[in-house]
């Protein structure tokens, strides 16, 4: 383990150097990139320095038992010698999981898209419901969320909503809630007080940059048109409205949540720069799949990960057959010992695949 983490910290001190040359430092593109990676090892590093330093004090005090005649020396260094095998299994199973290449997009923002599935109204305000909890959650740990487009439900809630979460790691936790959520009560327009079986569909996408993504303005078709729905004097009598087409790949995404034109089109590049690179970044998906038996974070769209079922008080994620009976608090955004327990699974995943 030593000769790779000396590997790694060479890789670290060269990284280092080059962030200093000069030609770097004017090239933001380059810099930019070397950047990212320098920062990425520093907890690497970190632990490397420490495990070394453990390392270092296992040798001198196997040293002192077998070389000194103190008895009472001899003891402590027997003592010592003991918590520090102890803390060297569990710092290697540490650096071990370290090791393991994380998913290159983890740290970055996200964009998140709730939408509205089977069940009519009662989807619409499921997925209101799953925004709500969204927001809180993301409330809880400090990051900023930023509306793009909404759609509202005619009874309420959503048809469509998509929103960027900007902060530190943050699509290296959403990504869990990529899929369908099932949710299983009464509909407030249900008479009989049936239970009904709805769903919403989440797509989390990491938010890609314009490093990330190369689009060419004669690629692009832009088109400009009066928005409609709720809005003021601006609806149907200003051009805010932005249709954007990606000609090579066909994607077409239509922003008029703002009053701005401007504002509209540097959320449609975004949400259109983040679909093209959703593109490439599934094949890696995929290939991972064929790797693992298992994919906790598929991005699959189509797969049931969640059911909600409010009679029971009952939330389970059909993934790792985890189940909480907190249903309300889990709305009102209590959501992290449930992504704590996916990030456990997959760990455990990828430490399984490492040693195969």
């Given at each position: 383990?030593?000769?790779?983490?000396?590997?790694?910290?060479?890789?670290?001190?060269?990284?280092?150097?080059?962030?200093?040359?000069?030609?770097?430092?004017?090239?933001?593109?380059?810099?930019?990139?070397?950047?990212?990676?320098?920062?990425?090892?520093?907890?690497?590093?970190?632990?490397?320095?420490?495990?070394?330093?453990?390392?270092?004090?296992?040798?001198?005090?196997?040293?002192?038992?077998?070389?000194?005649?103190d008895a009472e020396l001899r003891?402590?260094?027997?003592?010592?010698?003991?918590?520090?095998?102890?803390?060297?299994?569990?710092?290697?199973?540490?650096?071990?999981?370290?090791?393991?290449?994380?998913?290159?997009?983890?740290?970055?923002?996200?964009?998140?898209?709730?939408?509205?599935?089977?069940?009519?109204?009662?989807?619409?305000?499921?997925?209101?419901?799953?925004?709500?909890?969204?927001?809180?959650?993301?409330?809880?740990?400090?990051?900023?969320?930023?509306?793009?487009?909404?759609?509202?439900?005619?009874?309420?809630?959503?048809?469509?909503?998509?929103?960027?979460?900007?902060?530190?790691?943050?699509?290296?936790?959403?990504?869990?809630?990529?899929?369908?959520?099932?949710?299983?009560?009464?509909?407030?327009?249900?008479?009989?007080?049936?239970?009904?079986?709805?769903?919403a569909t989440v797509a989390v996408?990491?938010?890609?940059?314009?490093?990330?993504?190369?689009?060419?303005?004669?690629?692009?078709?832009?088109?400009?048109?009066?928005?409609?729905?709720?809005?003021?004097?601006?609806?149907?009598?200003?051009?805010?409205?932005?249709?954007?087409?990606?000609?090579?790949?066909?994607?077409?995404?239509?922003?008029?949540?703002?009053?701005?034109?401007?504002?509209?089109?540097?959320?449609?590049?975004?949400?259109?720069?983040?679909?093209?690179?959703?593109?490439?970044?599934?094949?890696?998906?995929?290939?991972?799949?064929?790797?693992?038996?298992?994919?906790?974070?598929?991005?699959?769209?189509?797969?049931?990960?969640?059911?909600?079922?409010?009679?029971?008080?009952?939330?389970?994620?059909?993934?790792?057959?985890?189940?909480?009976?907190?249903?309300?608090?889990?709305?009102?955004?209590?959501?992290?010992?449930?992504?704590?327990?996916?990030?456990?699974?997959?760990?455990?995943?990828?430490?399984?695949?490492?040693?195969?």
């Amino acid at each position: 383990m030593l000769d790779k983490l000396d590997a790694i910290y060479q890789r670290f001190l060269d990284l280092e150097k080059q962030m200093a040359r000069p030609d770097v430092m004017s090239d933001m593109k380059s810099f930019v990139k070397l950047n990212k990676d320098y920062k990425e090892l520093q907890p690497i590093i970190a632990a490397y320095k420490d495990y070394k330093t453990l390392m270092n004090g296992i040798d001198t005090a196997r040293t002192i038992l077998s070389d000194e005649k103190d008895a009472e020396l001899r003891e402590f260094a027997r003592e010592e010698l003991d918590s520090m095998l102890e803390k060297q299994e569990k710092m290697e199973e540490d650096i071990r999981l370290m090791l393991i290449p994380a998913d290159p997009q983890d740290g970055k923002n996200a964009v998140v898209e709730i939408r509205a599935g089977t069940g009519g109204d009662e989807a619409s305000l499921f997925a209101g419901d799953l925004y709500r909890m969204y927001t809180r959650y993301c409330e809880t740990k400090g990051w900023k969320i930023d509306p793009v487009s909404v759609a509202e439900g005619t009874v309420g809630g959503f048809k469509e909503v998509i929103f960027e979460v900007k902060g530190e790691g943050v699509y290296g936790l959403m990504k869990y809630e990529s899929g369908v959520h099932r949710v299983q009560r009464v509909p407030a327009t249900e008479t009989q007080g049936r239970v009904h079986t709805s769903a919403a569909t989440v797509a989390v996408l990491p938010e890609a940059d314009e490093f990330d993504v190369d689009i060419k303005p004669n690629d692009i078709r832009k088109d400009t048109y009066c928005s409609s729905g709720p809005g003021g004097q601006s609806v149907n009598t200003t051009y805010s409205a932005v249709r954007l087409t990606h000609i090579p790949t066909g994607i077409v995404v239509a922003i008029q949540d703002e009053k701005s034109q401007l504002k509209n089109l540097e959320k449609a590049m975004t949400v259109l720069r983040t679909r093209i690179f959703e593109m490439e970044y599934q094949k890696y998906l995929d290939e991972i799949s064929k790797k693992r038996k298992t994919m906790v974070s598929s991005g699959d769209r189509s797969a049931k990960i969640r059911t909600y079922n409010y009679p029971q008080s009952r939330v389970t994620d059909h993934r790792i057959n985890m189940t909480v009976y907190n249903l309300p608090v889990f709305m009102d955004g209590d959501i992290q010992e449930m992504i704590n327990q996916l990030q456990l699974a997959e760990n455990a995943e990828r430490l399984k695949e490492a040693v195969e």
